[in-house]
T-cell receptor
């Protein structure tokens, strides 16, 4: 079974600054994927970034990057140059052979 | 490419009533998922279909919840009878069977309130 833990229920950051959201996971599978999803008030889950567990290089997608520490089972998301549109719930998720398991989420607030 | 469609967007019912939600996945996506997202929590998988067969329904409360995907395209999730604790957002997602990462594309969800 997989578990995903997000220890920060809420985070806030000043516009244009950098913020890091934490995530730890546990899985018995050797082949898996990790994701960060964004869920704005509209409720639509939007994929932000993905990481293949077999790749050592950290994934980057424009202002979004991850710090993937496989041995520590840690998968944090860094948002650079934060924008007002980044305000949302962020969910970390782990995809094993069949099931996608989500963490509890972190609510990110951007202060203008 | 059209996204995952869901209806209705909102539904309010009394406890012990029945309710049904509809989902139309992205064209060509063989795998379809229903999730329940209780306020303040991450989505929890209720059921996964591959074409019109059930892959995983281990977390579906089968005494009151049912789902079908008759022609391997659209799907319906039903709750009968509803309980107060069923108040949640119900998300539908789909994925292409050939993608190794099974990236899932989500619909806008249906917010259910049970009074």
């Amino acid at each position: 079974a997989q578990t995903v833990t997000q220890s920060q229920p809420e985070m806030s950051v000043q516009e244009a600054e950098t913020v890091t959201l934490s995530c730890t996971y546990d899985t018995s599978e050797s082949d898996y994927y990790l994701f960060w999803y964004k869920q704005p008030p509209s409720r639509q889950m939007i994929l932000v970034i993905r990481q293949e567990a077999y790749k050592q290089q950290n994934a980057t997608e424009n202002r979004f990057s991850v710090n993937f520490q496989k041995a520590a089972k840690s998968f944090s998301l860094k948002i650079s140059d934060s924008q007002l549109g980044d305000a949302a719930m962020y969910f970390c998720a782990c995809q094993g052979a069949q099931k996608l398991v989500f963490g509890q989420g972190t609510r990110l607030t951007i202060n203008p | 490419e059209a996204g995952v469609a869901q209806s209705p967007r909102y539904k309010i019912i009394e406890k012990r009533q029945s309710v049904a939600f509809w989902c139309n996945p992205i064209s060509g996506h063989a795998t379809l998922y229903w999730y329940q997202q209780i306020l303040g929590q991450g989505p929890k998988l209720l059921i996964q279909f591959q074409n019109n067969g059930v892959v995983d329904d281990s977390q579906l409360p089968k005494d009151r919840f049912s789902a079908e995907r008759l022609k391997g395209v659209d799907s319906t999730l039903k709750i009968q009878p509803a309980k107060l604790e069923d108040s949640a957002v119900y998300l539908c997602a789909s994925s292409h069977v050939d993608r190794p990462d099974n990236e899932q594309f989500f619909g806008p969800g249906t917010r259910l309130t049970v009074l």
